[in-house]
């Protein structure tokens, strides 16, 4: 049995990834692709209760970048270990809600974390591993923010400054046009020229995938 792929979505908040997400599970779903779904963090019990401790305002003492930035792998390595690995081996596609590149993204880009000791942090947690194709939604921060905050309660992170997603933006687009792997989408066309995107490139990925 060949083993399955792993297909990411990433964007900021507010960008659409959750109906970008009903869109890749459509497309598989026609082309009879077994998947799971995992996202980040989180996705494991251990992992979901480090995402409540990320997302959390409740805590009585800041958080550290240090212990933000290793929350997110301590997550991402109980994900990899328990779920992702297992379903690929198992042949079935895995459809991340976020993955390494967020915390590049978010940590990286938005709290300035040096890149060096994110390399090594990363190295040890998933030993090579990437995502086979990642799909980037790219907003304009100050619109996906102006969504996020009309659907509801901000958590800790979405409670930072404009200047923090502009950092954390920058960032976003500045790895995305560096790897070939991540498919940049521009959120901001109307909703149907972006599920439209969406799918061709999960349907380009596919027929790829048959070929080799
Ligand atoms: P969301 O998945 O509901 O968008 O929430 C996850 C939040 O966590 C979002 O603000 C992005 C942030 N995040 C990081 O800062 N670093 C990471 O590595 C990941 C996976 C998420």
Same mark, same amino acid.
């Given at each position: 049995m060949s083993t399955g792929k792993f297909i990411v979505i990433e964007g900021m908040e507010g960008a659409g990834k959750s109906s970008a997400i009903a869109v890749i599970e459509s497309t598989l779903n026609k082309y009879g692709i077994e998947y799971v779904n995992t996202r980040e963090p989180g996705g494991t019990p251990l992992a979901e209760a480090l995402r409540n401790m990320v997302k959390s305002v409740d805590h009585q003492e800041k958080l550290t970048v240090e212990t933000e930035l290793l929350l997110m792998y301590a997550s991402r390595s109980q994900l990899l270990a328990n779920k992702i690995l297992p379903a690929l081996a198992a042949g079935k596609w895995v459809i991340g809600d976020r993955?390494?590149?967020?915390?590049? +993204?978010? $940590?990286?880009?938005?709290?300035?974390? &040096?890149?060096?000791?994110?390399?090594?942090?990363?190295?040890?947690?998933?030993?090579?591993?990437?995502? &086979?194709?990642?799909?980037?939604? &790219?907003? &304009?921060?100050? %619109?996906?923010?102006?969504?996020?905050?009309?659907?509801?309660?901000?958590?800790?992170?979405?409670?930072?400054?404009?200047?923090?997603?502009?950092? !954390?933006?920058?960032?976003?687009?500045?790895?995305?046009?560096?790897?070939?792997? %991540?498919?940049? !989408?521009? +959120?901001?066309? +109307?909703?149907?020229?972006?599920? $439209?995107? %969406?799918?061709?490139? !999960?349907?380009?990925?596919?027929v790829k995938t048959a070929l080799v």
């Open positions: 993955h390494d590149l967020s915390s590049r +993204a978010y $940590q990286g880009g938005g709290r300035g974390f &040096d890149e060096a000791i994110m390399n090594t942090i990363s190295d040890i947690t998933l030993k090579g591993f990437r995502p &086979d194709i990642t799909l980037y939604l &790219d907003i &304009d921060p100050h %619109i996906g923010l102006s969504r996020a905050k009309a659907r509801g309660d901000l958590d800790r992170i979405e409670l930072e400054q404009m200047e923090f997603f502009i950092r !954390v933006h920058n960032k976003y687009r500045e790895l995305a046009k560096q790897d070939e792997s %991540i498919i940049t !989408v521009d +959120a901001s066309q +109307a909703m149907l020229k972006v599920h $439209q995107d %969406i799918e061709k490139s !999960v349907i380009a990925f596919i």
